[in-house]
C-alpha cells in the first residue's frame, strides 16, 4: 500500500456515524431508512440526474442477468431501469461502507458466496479508507462536503448513457461517443455552466475543483481487467496526480471501488454481488498498481507490469512468456484467480490452431508500446457473458474454455479489423472500440461469434449480417 495513503489510513479508527443519519432529525429519521423506496426517492430528490438514467434511451452495459423483483426503478416507475438501478445501489454502497459496523458488513456481504464472502478485515479497510477521505481536508471540505462530492461523483459518473444528458449537453458541446468521454467532458462544460447540473451547482467550489482535477484521467475498470495496454495509464502519469496530489488519486479510485460495488444493482438492491474478497484482492492490487506512478521515475509500462506480473502469478502464468500474457489479461478479464483456472485456459487455448494462436498473440500481447490510440471496451463483458452461458457447456470448466475458443478469435479479428481501418485513416483513432453489442450477442446468440465483424463510425461492433458475409 503506498506510504502516503497508508499512513493517511491510520489517523483514523473509530466506527463513523452515518452522515446521512446526522443531517436529518429525529422526527424524518424515523420515517426515512437508510434502504427501501423511501430511501431511494429521497435520492432522487436530493440528486435529481439518477432521472436521466431512468429512461428506455440509456445505453445499458450488457453485462449480468436483470432478475430482481421489486427493482427500485420497478417500484418508482412501474419500469425496470438498470443503470438507474446500479446507481442507486453504488449510493447504498458508499453508506454501509461509510456506516462500517457489523450490522451494514452482514448487509454489504449477504448475498455473497461463502467460499467468495469479503472479509471483516477487508471490509474494514474499505471503511477506515471512507473515513480517512472525509477527514482528510481536501481543499479545507468538511467532512459533509466530501460525503457530497462522493455522492455527486456516483451520480454524475454515467450521465454518457443518458440521451437525455447527451441532448442537453449537445449544443455546448459535449458529444464524445464513449461514456467516460462524455464525462470528462460534461465536468468541463459544468465549469462554465453549473446550472446544468443541479447536484454539481451545488458543490462547494473545492469540492467542483475535486470532481475536474479527477474527471476522466484513468479508467480503473480498464486497468483491473487488464483492458488495454501502457496507455490506460498515460493521462495519469501526464497530469502528475499520483506525485502531487495522493488524496485526489485517493477519492478517484474510492469512487471506483463504490461504483463496482453496487454494478449488479439491478440483480440485487441490498447486498454487494460484486465486491467480493477476490475483487478486493484484484482492485487493492490495481491501486497499488496506480501508485506505482507517485515516483516521477516510473513509466506508464512499469505500472502495467506490476499488475500484470500480480495477476500472471495468481493464474500459475509465466509473465515473460507471450501467451501467458494474453491468458493472463483473458483471466483478468473473466475474474479467475487460481492455477486450476489459468491451467484451464491455457488448455483450452491449445486446441485452437498455430495461425489462430500467432493472431490472438499478436492482436492481445500488449508489451512495451501503446498499441492503440484509445482502450477497447467492454471485451470483459463479451468473455464473461460467454463464461456464464449454460448454452454452452454444463460445467464451468466447459464455458471457460468457451469463452477462449470463441470469444478469443472474434476479438483479435475484430481488433485486426480496427487497426486496418485506421492505417486507412478509415476509422477515427480517438473513438475506442465499443464491443457491448457483442457483449449481449454473447449472452443470447454466441454461435453468432463465427461469423465477421463489422465496425461503425462511433466504434460500436455489429455482427455482420448473413448477405455480407
Known sequence: MHTTYFLLSLVLSAPLLSLERASLNEETLSMIPLTGKAWAETQLSKYPEIAWLADSDVKKTEEGQATLQGAYSEQIFGKKYIEFDRTLMTLHCLNLILEGDEASYQAFTASQPPQLKLSRESFKTLHLWGQTLLKSKWGDLSERDVLKTLQTALVLGDMGKSGKARALFKTYPAKAPDHDDFYGEAIDVLNRHPHLCPSFANLSPAGKKLLTSIANLAHYGHITHLEGDTGMFEKLKESGLASTDPIALSFDLFVHTCDVAGALGHVNNQSSLVYNEQTHMAMQAMAEAVRTLSDPRKTELDAYNAYLNTRASWLGLNSKDPLDRVLTRVGAMLRLFTPEEGAILKKALQTLDSSAQKQITTELDTQKENRLARTPTYMPAVLVNLANNTKLGNTKEERIAKAVTLGLPFLAKTLKL???????????????????????????????????????KEGSVEILPAKAQ
Open 418 to 456: 480496427h487497426r486496418q481501418a485506421l492505417l486507412k485513416k478509415e476509422a477515427d483513432a480517438t473513438i475506442p472500440l465499443n464491443f457491448n453489442p457483442i457483449a449481449g450477442v454473447a449472452k443470447e446468440s454466441p454461435e453468432k461469434l463465427l461469423k465477421d465483424a463489422t465496425i461503425d
